[in-house]
């Protein structure tokens, strides 16, 4: 007899005894998976409230659009390449940690040096502190969004896993322990009229 998820079964006592040590593990791994199922779900609504944000950090960055325009009609290009070359590249760091064994990347500006020359024109200045304040705002919504996608995906993979234990590896090995238990009820039951018939016999002799 084979079941999908346990494989060829042999009705014998120690296969049984190996079959239910295994179906208790597996019942303690979807408990194990369960708990970390419900700790993922709680950290994506945790997250909930700074995904919130996407529509004021992608408004603030419309208004710097906006005022970098206005700059560049202001100022003309030669002074926007001025403010280029003053401007130091932006500068980040990046880590990797686990939040309930998910690996989350997380950014963060370690250098963001904006060009403020007094010669340069104010509108341009402007422009550029926007574009800082925007920037450094951003970062925290573009973790929250990298961390929640990795969450996510995680928990979709829990619960994928949670569902297969559940609804085809645990029944099918417990549907194969109530084959042998009945093969080897059955197989007591004919040694035991065998034995009675012998004992029959025996005493008719």
Same mark, same amino acid.
């Given at each position: 007899?084979?079941?999908?998820?346990?494989?060829?079964?042999?009705?014998?006592?120690?296969?049984?005894?190996?079959?239910?040590?295994?179906?208790?593990?597996?019942?303690?791994? &979807?408990? %194990?998976?369960?708990?970390?199922?419900?700790?993922? &779900?709680?950290?994506?609504?945790?997250?909930?409230?700074?995904?919130?944000?996407?529509?004021?950090?992608?408004?603030?960055?419309?208004?710097?659009?906006?005022?970098?325009?206005?700059?560049?009609?202001?100022?003309?290009?030669?002074?926007?390449?001025? %403010?280029?070359?003053?401007?130091?590249?932006?500068?980040?760091?990046?880590?990797?940690?686990?939040?309930?064994?998910?690996?989350?990347?997380?950014?963060?500006?370690?250098?963001?040096?904006?060009?403020?020359?007094?010669?340069?024109? %104010?509108?341009?200045?402007?422009?550029?502190?926007?574009? %800082?304040?925007?920037?450094?705002?951003?970062?925290?919504?573009?973790?929250?969004?990298?961390?929640?996608?990795?969450?996510?995906? =995680?928990?979709?993979?829990?619960?994928?896993?949670?569902? =297969?234990?559940?609804?085809? &590896?645990?029944?099918?090995?417990?549907? =194969?322990?109530?084959?042998?238990?009945?093969?080897?009820?059955?197989?007591?039951?004919?040694?035991?009229?065998?034995?009675?018939?012998?004992?029959?016999?025996?005493?008719?002799?």
């Amino acid at each position: 007899m084979s079941f999908r998820s346990v494989g060829r079964v042999l009705p014998t006592k120690g296969f049984l005894i190996r079959l239910r040590e295994r179906t208790r593990l597996l019942k303690s791994g &979807v408990e %194990a998976l369960k708990m970390k199922r419900d700790q993922l &779900v709680r950290e994506c609504q945790s997250l909930i409230p700074d995904l919130k944000r996407r529509s004021d950090i992608e408004r603030k960055l419309e208004d710097a659009y906006k005022i970098l325009r206005l700059a560049y009609s202001a100022a003309g290009p030669e002074e926007m390449k001025k %403010a280029a070359l003053l401007t130091t590249p932006l500068l980040t760091e990046m880590r990797v940690r686990s939040v309930i064994g998910v690996e989350v990347p997380e950014t963060k500006v370690i250098g963001l040096s904006l060009a403020t020359s007094p010669s340069l024109n %104010a509108v341009v200045i402007a422009a550029s502190r926007k574009f %800082a304040d925007a920037i450094r705002e951003m970062m925290p919504l573009v973790n929250s969004e990298a961390k929640f996608e990795r969450i996510a995906t =995680a928990l979709s993979d829990t619960m994928r896993k949670v569902n =297969a234990l559940e609804k085809i &590896v645990i029944p099918d090995h417990e549907a =194969a322990i109530r084959y042998i238990e009945e093969m080897l009820e059955e197989e007591s039951l004919e040694e035991f009229i065998m034995v009675k018939k012998y004992r029959e016999i025996k005493r008719g002799e």
